[in-house]
């Protein structure tokens, strides 16, 4: 596609339940990125996958949170367990080479907006 | 610690003036870049420019230039002729070195007056 695609792009979660979010990166981009954007503030980087290996996890903040990436392209977030800390948007981004280059540029999709009551 | 300080949470600008937008930033390490998007209501992330440390010059883009000023570790947007479509809010990032996650500030929300 032409650009970074999320879906949904709203989700209304009860607290306690099982949320999945999918990522449609740009196509052949090598780098997928998940970040968390709340209210009011920048992004917040929650992990980094290289093709279909997942290079960085540093930034999920807890083990509710699971990404992945099988074949390469497509990616899902998973956070098990919503809480209302979990509200958020969030963003996925690709770039084309892997990282690690100095100007690796990061196209970003709109984001999914996840509501927890 | 904050790693990119956005001092200006709102800023207003008349339509066709120019504008900067404020960005500092701190890092040890010798390597890195620095971006700017732009984030209208829609959502979604635009990348706008990008600076290296070792540039020599200025990065331009259009209406958009970066005052990059290393020694004090200031990378400010300036937009020229302002248009109203660039009311939004912009985000200064760094990437440091071989790092994967990029660092954004909080913000700036830019509205443009007719």
């Known amino acids: 596609g032409a650009g970074v695609s999320q879906s949904p792009r709203y989700k209304v979660a009860k607290r306690g339940q099982d949320v999945a979010l999918r990522c449609d990166p740009i196509?052949?981009?090598?780098?997928l990125f998940w970040y968390q954007q709340a209210l009011g503030q920048g992004p917040e980087f929650l992990t980094y996958?290289?093709?279909?290996?997942?290079?960085?996890k540093s930034g999920l903040p807890s083990d509710r949170f699971f990404a992945e990436r099988p074949e390469g392209s497509v990616s899902t977030l998973k956070i098990q367990r919503t809480q209302q800390e979990d509200s958020a948007v969030y963003l996925c981004?690709?770039?084309?080479?892997?990282?690690?280059?100095?100007?690796?540029?990061?196209?970003f999709g709109a984001g999914t907006r996840l509501s927890v009551l | 610690a904050q790693k990119i300080t956005q001092t200006q949470p709102g800023m207003f600008v008349q339509e066709k003036e120019a504008v900067t937008l404020d960005c500092t930033y701190d890092?040890?390490?010798?390597?890195?870049?620095l971006f700017w998007y732009k984030q209208p209501s829609s959502g979604e992330m635009i990348f706008l420019i990008y600076q290296g440390s070792y540039d020599q010059q200025n990065a331009t883009e259009g209406r958009y230039s970066l005052n990059f000023q290393k020694a004090r570790k200031s990378a400010n947007l300036v937009i020229s002729a302002s248009q109203l479509g660039d009311s939004a809010m912009y985000f200064c990032a760094m990437r440091e070195g071989q790092n994967n996650d990029m660092r954004f500030g909080a913000g700036t929300r830019l509205t443009v007056k007719p």
């Open positions: 196509s052949g981009h090598v780098s």
């Open positions: 996958f290289q093709n279909e290996a997942q290079l960085d």
């Open positions: 890092t040890s390490d010798p390597s890195y870049g």
């Open positions: 981004a690709s770039s084309l080479a892997r990282q690690g280059l100095a100007k690796n540029i990061q196209y």
